[in-house]
């Protein structure tokens, strides 16, 4: 296993002084190679344990072998990971919850990650689900520093009072010169997290933490970082690309307008789990997609779960004792390519670092199989953006069930009781990132494969008119149609994320989708004169406006994340202890058999005409459609999915 190790030796500086006046250095230029992974969500395996499979498509074990290539291919490399780590997959939520990580144990991801010589790692959103107190456990494991620089602990009064993690570090790298001169160079690395994982995981972090704003604290220490002797400053934010114009005060996504920021030579992001560069970002101010820049500076994203390695290649010079970047490449590489519908390895699985979490995976495949009850029909998301469906409506129909039951004997009892549900796997990334679960046996591999994220279920308390706008918001997931428009008209916003297309069962609707969108993406109301949802209803009556409403969902919604209408954290009235997850279990385990089948409480307004709407899903679901006259293949596009019309006059 050492060989996984570099030999190349590295202390860490946390307060060094400006060089001592002494004999200048030799000018001179340094290839220094930065690697990046991000969103790995405790993937560590190729193995989809909701498929109960091997799989080529993800998994630290491939990534792991593109590491050691790159590594091998230059004298000089650093490597990071931008978090979302512990978090994600069936075997995260085994470490935490099923057999629990003890004092003294190694998390399987540092099992994986120490093999492979990280350098510095960032806290991502997804490190705070379990708790403050798992999270501190788990990093006890991590052989490599930390750095977030946005938390803060408070005082009695909520204040900010100092750092909860090390902000920054400054890594004092030995490197070999393009004249094959040794030399050194101190690199500094900060990090950030979303502000919002405040409202996300508030039952986690009230009252213990607060999260600043990313940019205004990268302002603050970058200059500190320079005077404390950092030469080059790269920075890890678990933030997405954010819009090409100035953030907001707290914005989540703000890779873009931290490229703004003095003193910041590279910036290795995450969050979004997309891949930059890459051709979605064409056309985007200040961005070269040959060189991998934003505003001449260094940038990469390399996509989620391992399935893609990113790399930032700088040629750093030394003039007058001072160096600076003089130029750059970032890239990505994948571990897989589809060809002609078939997954293509790019990389092998990288056998020690398999070794290092065997135990932890085959104790995660022997909890996934267990069984719990039976379905009477098939469960899938294949059209889930399109139509009533019926894993959507599995997870309405036993949230439901749990707040009907546990509002007995209280002050909410009597409150008409809806349920919102989006869709977790609607082939985002991958045509095969779909749930699709045969009629049978269900298991708790399953489940997961439901409701992928560990939130908690919460209630909220709206009026119908804040329910037609949560709806509203909902709808954003659809481009306008033209009836009139002879062409193909894509249906699905594709920068639209289907976990915030909420479905709410309890009322019938139908969207009308010549309408714009009431709300832009950013959940800011844009055309007040719009109005997607039409016939809502209760009970087959219109909605009344005023009537009061208790609408099950998860505290991520609840609190605010999505950013969608009156949902701020304060029209939460029940705060629940239990998973969401957990709730779907329950109540199959209580039922025994069930039907998920779809109700078909909302639809598409009719159109007079049928103009051509297409959108993409899995080649998996021919059978599906072949049942539905409304559907009509038309055959396969980039990326290995099937594209499909839909006849919108029914």
């Not at 860490?12 to 992974?37: C, I, N, Q, W």
């Not at 979302?84 to 998390?107: F, R, T």
């Not at 989620?304 to 130029?327: M, P």
């Not at 199989?369 to 599995?394: C, E, K, M």
Request: charged share 20%; aromatic share 10%; hydrophobic share 40%.
């Amino acid at each position: 296993m050492k060989r996984l190790v570099r030999c190349i030796a590295m202390t860490l500086v946390f307060a060094t002084p400006l060089a001592a006046m002494g004999a200048p250095e030799a000018d001179t230029t340094v290839k220094l190679r930065l690697l990046e992974t991000t969103d790995i969500h405790a993937n560590l395996m190729n193995y989809d344990y909701y498929k109960d499979a091997p799989t080529d498509e993800f998994g630290l074990a491939k990534t792991a072998t593109l590491i050691l290539a790159a590594r091998a291919e230059v004298p000089n490399s650093l490597l990071f990971d931008n978090g979302d780590l512990i978090q994600g997959s069936p075997l995260g939520d085994y470490v935490a919850k099923v057999n629990p990580l003890k004092a003294g144990d190694v998390h399987p991801v540092y099992k994986a990650m120490n093999l492979l010589g990280y350098d510095a790692g960032n806290i991502g959103n997804h490190e705070f689900n379990y708790g403050l107190e798992f999270l501190s456990l788990s990093l006890q494991g991590a052989k490599f520093p930390y750095v977030n620089a946005n938390i803060y602990t408070t005082n009695q009064a909520g204040e900010a009072v100092k750092n909860y993690f090390k902000p920054y570090i400054i890594l004092k790298k030995d490197v070999v010169g393009i004249d094959g001169k040794k030399t050194t160079i101190k690199v500094g690395v900060i990090g950030f997290v979303p502000p919002q994982v405040m409202v996300w995981d508030r039952n986690n972090l009230s009252g213990k933490v607060v999260a600043k704003d990313i940019l205004a604290t990268a302002k603050k220490f970058v200059p500190e970082m320079k005077a404390q002797g950092a030469d080059i400053i790269v920075v890890l934010p678990h933030s997405g690309f954010g819009a090409d114009a100035p953030a907001d005060e707290g914005a989540e996504n703000v890779a873009w307008a931290l490229s703004q920021v003095t003193g910041i030579d590279a910036i290795l992001f995450g969050h979004s789990h997309v891949v930059f560069p890459a051709p979605a970002f064409k056309g985007r101010q200040g961005v070269d997609l040959e060189k991998g820049t934003i505003h001449g500076v260094a940038a990469v994203e390399p996509g989620f779960w391992g399935n893609n390695l990113g790399l930032i290649d700088l040629t750093v010079r030394r003039t007058s004792g001072r160096w600076a970047v003089v130029d750059s490449r970032s890239s990505v590489r994948p571990i897989f390519k589809v060809e002609n519908r078939v997954v293509v390895p790019l990389a092998g699985v990288n056998p020690e670092v398999a070794a290092a979490v065997q135990a932890e995976h085959e104790a995660t495949l022997a909890w996934v199989r267990g069984p719990v009850g039976r379905t009477t029909a098939p469960i899938n998301s294949f059209f889930s953006l399109v139509q009533d469906d019926p894993s959507i409506q599995l997870v309405n129909n036993a949230q439901k069930w749990y707040v009907e039951k546990n509002v007995q004997g209280t002050e909410w009892e009597g409150l008409p009781v809806l349920s919102a549900a989006a869709p977790f796997k609607a082939g985002f990334g991958s045509p095969t990132y779909y749930t699709d679960i045969p009629p049978g046996t269900l298991a708790v591999k399953n489940l997961a494969d439901l409701y992928i994220y560990p939130n908690t279920l919460m209630v909220v308390k709206l009026s119908g008119n804040q329910v037609r706008e949560w709806l509203e918001r909902s709808a954003g997931q659809f481009n306008r149609v033209d009836p009139e428009n002879k062409s193909a008209q894509p249906l699905v916003n594709p920068a639209f994320p289907s976990y915030n297309f909420d479905v709410i069962d309890g009322v019938t609707y139908q969207i009308d989708l010549t309408q714009p969108s009431r709300y832009d993406g950013g959940g800011k109301l844009v055309a007040p004169d719009a109005h997607r949802i039409v016939h809502l209803a209760f009970g087959g009556k219109p909605i009344d406006p005023t009537q009061m409403f208790l609408v099950a969902t998860n505290n991520y919604r609840a609190g605010g994340g999505g950013s969608f209408p009156g949902l701020d954290g304060k029209s939460i009235v029940i705060n629940s202890p239990d998973e969401n997850r957990q709730v779907v279990l329950n109540y199959i385990v209580e039922n025994k058999v069930i039907n998920p089948s779809a109700d078909g409480n909302w639809s598409f307004v009719p159109m007079a005409s049928n103009p051509l709407v297409t959108f993409e899903t899995s080649p998996n679901a021919q059978k599906i459609a072949a049942a539905n006259p409304r559907l009509t293949s038309l055959g396969e596009v980039a990326g290995g999915y099937t594209q499909y019309s839909i006849n919108l006059t029914k």
